[in-house]
């Protein structure tokens, strides 16, 4: 219940943008109190029903006194036992009182406490990530092959992710993955990075020549750096949060990633410039701002592998240019991977693999692929400027 409570109220407070955008405000301050009073209603149960039970439990406690007093007193005054006697069992049973009317308190702690504990053994018990035996840490600067990848994220769905999905991203060049929402892009690069393993018997993964599972996942995290689809940042300065990226990094250095992720401009308008404060998950940054934060922190770790996994779709054509230019012109030898709805932003990839619902249905260069006429062309179509 307070869990309950605590999980409105923090949900309102930083979805409050929606709330309001929405008209919403009325009806989350109705179901708040709502919660608030159920939670309230039973607190006053509670309190009821303990100080029933320690009133019960004093008056209980006092009358086995009163009792020992008297019928002592009595058994004393007829010589049935000495006066020693009866003075030490009173003193023990006095004594005696106390802890047990403490164990009360313990047993019902002892239940509360069961419930905070199967929470904290849920996590406790929860699969940590194995490594196998002899997995070394190499270097990732081989090409990338994604050789027959069959995924599901869960036993009990139908139809896989992805479906026998084969190409190659060749090493120190850039490959473009286009493809719809959904079809199993961003996947691709979750299994690339091992947040999750392909199962046995589902393809491999190999980069190098290595396979992916016997490459350790320290090593492989390391060394790619993705760009994530829905960038966190945390509320600290703007360049604080470019540097994060590295921690030996020097201001120079931020600033030059900044320059690369067409940051600079932005953050010369701002009064307070790299210092400026970037508030909770980045809320005074536009969309934009906050993918070009996050491509600068992954150009600053300066990877073998780099992922923009639809990084450049909050900025504008031009700005994606130019971010695609600087990036380029970069003195690296890194492997790139694009991922985009844009085919301004990938066709000048050396490489271009087009998904669909989980399965690869065309690759090839830009060119290749106009001259195919199929689903790439038609995207092409749609988005040319002659077509908008
Ligand atoms: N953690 C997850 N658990 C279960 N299913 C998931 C999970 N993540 C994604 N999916 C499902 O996998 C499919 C592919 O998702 P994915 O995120 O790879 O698509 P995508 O190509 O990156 O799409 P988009 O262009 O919208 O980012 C979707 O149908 C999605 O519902
Ligand atoms: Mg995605």
Redesign the pocket.
């Known amino acids: 219940m307070e869990g309950q409570l605590s999980a409105i109220a923090q949900e309102n407070l930083t979805g409050v943008r929606v709330v309001r955008a929405f008209g919403r405000e009325n009806y989350e301050r109705q179901r708040f109190e709502q919660k608030n009073n159920e939670y309230t209603g039973l607190w006053d149960y509670l309190m009821h029903l303990l100080s029933l039970f320690w009133a019960t439990g004093d008056a209980l406690s006092g009358l086995q006194n009163l009792i020992i007093l008297i019928v002592g007193a009595h058994l004393c005054l007829n010589g049935h036992i000495s006066v020693g006697n009866y003075i030490a069992f009173l003193s023990y049973s006095a004594m005696i009182a106390g802890p047990v009317r403490q164990l009360g308190r313990v047993i019902s702690g002892m239940s509360r406490a069961g419930v905070s504990i199967e929470r904290i053994q849920y996590i406790l018990n929860s699969e940590p990530e194995r490594e196998i035996e002899d997995s070394t840490a190499i270097t990732l600067d081989g090409d990338i092959v994604f050789d027959h990848v069959t995924f599901k994220?869960?036993e009990d769905d139908e139809q896989p992710?992805l479906n026998n999905v084969s190409f190659t991203c060749k090493a120190g060049k850039v490959t473009g993955i286009l493809?719809?929402?959904?079809?199993?892009?961003?996947?691709?690069m979750y299994l690339l990075c091992r947040l999750y393993d392909l199962p046995q018997g589902s393809g491999e993964i190999r980069i190098g020549g290595h396979r992916l599972n016997t490459i350790t996942r320290e090593s492989v995290r390391n060394q790619i750096g993705i760009v994530l689809?829905e960038p966190y940042l945390f509320s600290r300065t703007l360049s604080d949060n470019i540097a994060i990226a590295r921690m030996s990094s020097s201001d120079n250095d931020v600033r030059r990633a900044a320059q690369v992720a067409v940051l600079d401009d932005a953050v010369s308008h701002f009064v307070k410039g790299y210092d400026t404060f970037v508030g909770e998950r980045g809320v005074t940054l536009s969309g934009g701002q906050k993918q070009r934060t996050a491509i600068a922190q992954t150009i600053l770790r300066n990877t073998p592998v780099m992922i923009l996994?639809?990084s450049l779709s909050a900025v504008d054509t031009e700005t994606d240019a130019r971010i695609r230019h600087e990036m380029d012109r970069l003195e690296t030898n890194a492997t790139r991977i694009l991922?985009s709805?844009r085919i301004t932003t990938l066709m000048h990839a050396d490489h271009i693999v087009v998904?669909d619902q989980g399965k690869v249905i065309d690759e090839g260069t830009h060119e290749d692929l106009i001259k195919k006429n199929g689903l790439y062309k038609k995207i092409y179509d749609l988005q040319s400027p002659e077509a908008i």
């Not at 493809?179 to 691709?188: F, H, P």
């Open positions: 994220y869960s992710v493809g719809s929402t959904g079809s199993g892009k961003s996947t691709l689809q996994d639809d991922i709805h998904l």
